[in-house]
């Protein structure tokens, strides 16, 4: 499986993008895929993940209420989209996706990871 991300890009406090992640490949319909980021000399985290079989989405606290992640099954693809973006929402975005089990919220839970698109909001 292979992910492509796209979207990324600068914005004012207060904006708005919307990211997309094609997946490629051997892709399977049993796919969890998500959003994860890292901001210059943190950890990488959670932003949102979607499970395969129409559960409801997992977001991080932090962006809840201004992120919704969405995904067309037809198309493998999956889409976060962003708004009243803030100044520490900057960080270079991925996207990931897994076949498994394991708890969606873990990072080490997904086997799969695109390259990552920078999102920059300026003050």
């Known amino acids: 499986v292979q992910l492509q991300a796209s979207g990324g890009g600068w914005v004012q406090t207060g904006g708005s993008l919307r990211l997309s992640c094609a997946a490629s490949?051997?892709?399977?319909?049993?796919?969890?895929m998500g959003w994860f980021r890292q901001a210059p000399g943190k950890e990488r985290e959670l932003v949102a993940v979607?499970?395969?079989?129409?559960?409801?989405?997992v977001y991080a606290s932090s962006v809840k209420g201004r992120f919704t992640i969405s995904r067309d099954q037809a198309k493998d693809t999956v889409f976060l989209q962003m708004n009243s973006l803030k100044p520490e929402d900057t960080a270079v975005y991925y996207c990931?996706?897994?076949?498994?089990?394991?708890?969606?919220?873990?990072?080490?839970?997904?086997?799969?990871w695109g390259e990552g698109t920078l999102v920059t909001v300026s003050s």
């Open positions: 490949g051997r892709t399977f319909r049993a796919v969890d």
């Open positions: 979607m499970p395969w079989r129409g559960d409801r989405p």
């Open positions: 990931a996706a897994k076949t498994n089990s394991a708890s969606l919220d873990k990072i080490l839970s997904y086997e799969y």
